[in-house]
């Protein structure tokens, strides 16, 4: 019976150590980041961060809506308009005199 019992003791540690171990790396990580957090330039890009991404969560959630609901594509232009504009003023630039500065000599 004792030997049983030191059989499951011995198998007991050698799975609580890992454990141990990640619990350790884990408590060093929060105490990195405590001080971290206690540094006031740290501290102030965390909360910019924090920020930014609240921001870009707010502003995609109405232009992902306005994708769905194809809105957003409606007032574009579409790539046949653009393709025309772009003819038209390359068409326009070859009848353009070119700007030439004419000096005068006496």
């Known amino acids: 019976?004792?030997?049983?019992?030191l059989v499951a003791k011995d198998s007991l540690t050698l799975a609580i150590n890992p454990i141990n171990s990640i619990y350790e790396q884990m408590a060093t990580s929060f105490a990195n980041i405590k001080i971290l957090e206690r540094d006031s330039v740290t501290s102030l890009l965390i909360e910019d961060i924090t920020r930014q991404q609240k921001f870009l969560h707010a502003t995609l959630g109405p232009v992902a809506d306005l994708q769905a609901s194809r809105l957003l594509?409606?007032?574009?232009?579409?790539?046949?308009?653009?393709?025309?504009?772009?003819?038209?003023?390359?068409?326009e630039a070859r009848f353009c005199i070119p700007n030439i500065a004419i000096s005068k000599t006496s």
């Open 1 to 5: 019976m004792t030997k049983k019992i």
């Open 73 to 91: 594509k409606n007032m574009m232009p579409s790539s046949s308009v653009l393709e025309g504009i772009k003819a038209l003023k390359d068409y």
